[in-house]
């Protein structure tokens, strides 16, 4: 009688550590850390969890999250990275390009937005410095540098003349 139960508990035992996916405690476990440290797009976690699960595993693990309400909307992550990423002065070419490294979708910039980013680079990198528009290379090396930053051409060339009316 006490194999019995010692057998019956142990089975039981078995039958709690895989939730109705099949999954095991250790990849559940896994994705409740990564989730825990900060929202991630289901392609991240796939890329994490393969690491040390089979992708079958990754893609049921990520699909048992998101059946539970844990991983947020495409859209929904995508907004967040680009108010993110805009508050630390990315342009639109680079916040695309990270969304789509992530797996999200691209989203579409705020003209305005983009222009008082531009500017505020250009007043970061340019402060209290004597900046002269007119000399060619000067003017070269701040394309340059919102160009580094993402921006696009005509938000460079509007932020430019209007640094240069302010300045």
Known sequence: MIKQTTHCSLM?????????????LEIQNKILVYLA????????LID??????????AQKAVDWAKNKGWIKSDAELSHKTYQRLSEKNKGIFYINQYLCS?????????SELELEKAIRVLQ????????????????????AALKNKG????????????FKEDF
């Open 124 to 143: 970061k990198k340019y402060y209290n410095k004597t900046i002269d528009f007119s000399d060619f290379k000067q003017k070269q090396k701040a394309f």
């Open 151 to 162: 921006f696009e051409n005509d938000v460079i060339t509007k932020s430019l003349k209007l």
């Open 12 to 24: 039981a035992m078995k039958q709690n550590s895989r939730n109705e996916h099949n999954l095991s």
């Open 102 to 110: 992530k797996g999200l979708p691209e989203v579409q910039p705020d």
């Open 37 to 44: 440290q900060r929202d991630h797009s289901p392609k991240e």
């Open 48 to 57: 994490k969890l393969v690491v040390r699960f089979t992708p079958d595993e």
